[in-house]
């Protein structure tokens, strides 16, 4: 059986840097919920946070990023494991603790949308990184396809991937594929917490679904019961009810005017 690299994250304040709790991101319900808790346990596989923009998903995302020991398998001397920490990031990071599994993996990469193009852009300016990368330029190819070629090269070690909204760069079917790849991935033995707005990535079967809102964080049991996908259904199965609601008596013929 393979292990479940990081068991949890733990609510640890640092004792040089006191958190200041009546501020962002500490009043965000989500890591309420995890100052009032201790921590928060992190399920086997595939783990997908949900909510609205706001909800703290992406922040919790980068904290845990932050703090899992990613030091890469194959060299320490190229930037095999993502973006690092940003000084934008939210002091969350410094606050949290994970507990690991005693033969955890330092192998991992975190995937974040808004920081891939400057740090591909690193990548491909020197040798020895491009080597590291197969040799490819990866600011050469669409939005897309540098995305698709981080997941070819970067996610082959068992380890613990981080992803923030990687759908941002994928059409339906690269979706589709990146699919496949988590589930081959924690088949494999690997750990993935995907930050997401997708309806489609969180309908993969058998994935732990974490729903963020003004409530904290729920697990919820399946796609059909989170929020995200029963808005999406809503509006495909009727989206002339939403073009009222946004544009009233403006909705028809928007963009054909009649001749006279």
Not at 141 to 156: D, I, T, Y
Request: charged share 20%.
């Amino acid at each position: 059986m393979h292990p479940r690299h990081l068991q949890s994250v733990d609510w640890a304040p640092h004792p040089r840097r006191p958190p200041d709790l009546a501020s962002w991101p500490f009043t965000i319900p989500a890591v309420r919920q995890i100052i009032r808790n201790g921590g928060l346990e992190i399920p086997p596989g595939v783990t997908f946070l949900v909510g609205e923009n706001g909800s703290g998903k992406s922040t919790l995302l980068e904290a845990i990023a932050d703090i899992y020991p990613r030091g890469g398998h194959e060299t320490p001397f190229a930037a095999v494991t993502g973006p690092a920490a940003s000084e934008e990031d939210s002091p969350l990071r410094w606050h949290l603790s994970p507990r690991l599994h005693r033969f955890a993996s330092p192998a991992g990469f975190f995937l974040r949308a808004e920081a891939m193009h400057h740090f591909l852009a690193k990548v491909d300016a020197h040798p020895q990184e491009l080597r590291a990368w197969g040799g490819e330029k990866l600011q050469q190819k669409s939005h897309g396809e540098s995305f698709l070629a981080v997941l070819r090269h970067r996610f082959n070690d068992q380890g613990v991937y981080f992803l923030d909204e990687p759908e941002a760069a994928l059409s339906f079917q690269s979706c589709l594929s990146l699919l496949s790849l988590l589930d081959t991935m924690r088949s494999e033995g690997s750990q993935l917490l995907v930050a997401t707005h997708s309806p489609l990535l969180v309908c993969l079967p058998g994935a732990s679904l974490l729903e963020l809102d003004e409530g904290g964080i729920q697990t919820v049991p399946s796609p059909e019961d989170l929020r995200l996908v029963q808005h999406w259904r809503s509006f495909l199965d009727e989206p002339t009810r939403y073009f009222r609601h946004l544009f009233g008596n403006n909705s028809s013929g928007r963009g054909n005017p009649s001749r006279g």
